[in-house]
């Protein structure tokens, strides 16, 4: 029986990184590694990799019931659609008739579920959101065997990195 070998593929997350550039900007972060790509660099020994992170949850509106049923009758619908388009494809009925009825009965407790659940938070949670993670800035990783040749790439791209 072998014992199989370390792998040192660029996957491999026991290799060493050396961060070789930062950037404020997620978009220049995703800048550079193309320029590196466009340099012919080995971009499968890169990594993106952002720091400081914080969730930032946007407000989107107010929630009412009236918001609430109408979320829910969305949702129904779509759920309605599905049942429907199974039940039409076995029904040797008027196929539009099964999935139309589908639809409206699902979309009509959708819309009763949504309001009661809405109903029943008692306005603990009156609002909508949207919530992302946000990173304070990315920086480029490379393997320490190919550190030196990624900054020497990227000290010729403009606008230069933050730091180095």
Do not use: C
Not at 90 to 103: D, E, I, K, P, Y
Not at 148 to 164: C, E, G, K, S, W
């Amino acid at each position: 029986m072998t014992t199989p070998m370390p792998s040192t593929q660029p996957t491999d997350p026991t290799r060493a990184m050396v961060t070789v550039a930062s950037y404020t900007e997620y978009r220049d972060a995703q800048r550079a590694v193309d320029y590196l790509s466009d340099q012919k660099f080995p971009v499968e020994h890169t990594a993106i990799v952002g720091t400081n992170l914080r969730l930032v949850e946007k407000i989107l509106g107010r929630m009412t019931t009236g918001k609430a049923a109408l979320y829910g009758a969305g949702a129904g619908a779509w759920f309605g659609l599905f049942i429907g388009l199974l039940f039409g494809i076995f029904a040797r009925a008027n196929w539009f008739a099964v999935v139309l009825t589908a639809v409206v009965i699902a979309a009509i407790w959708g819309a009763i579920f949504g309001a009661v659940a809405h109903a029943m938070s008692r306005g603990a949670r009156d609002f909508t959101s949207a919530e992302s993670l946000q990173a304070g800035e990315y920086g480029i990783s490379v393997t320490a065997e190919h550190a030196d040749q990624a900054r020497q790439i990227l000290a010729r791209l403009t606008p230069p990195p933050v730091t180095a």
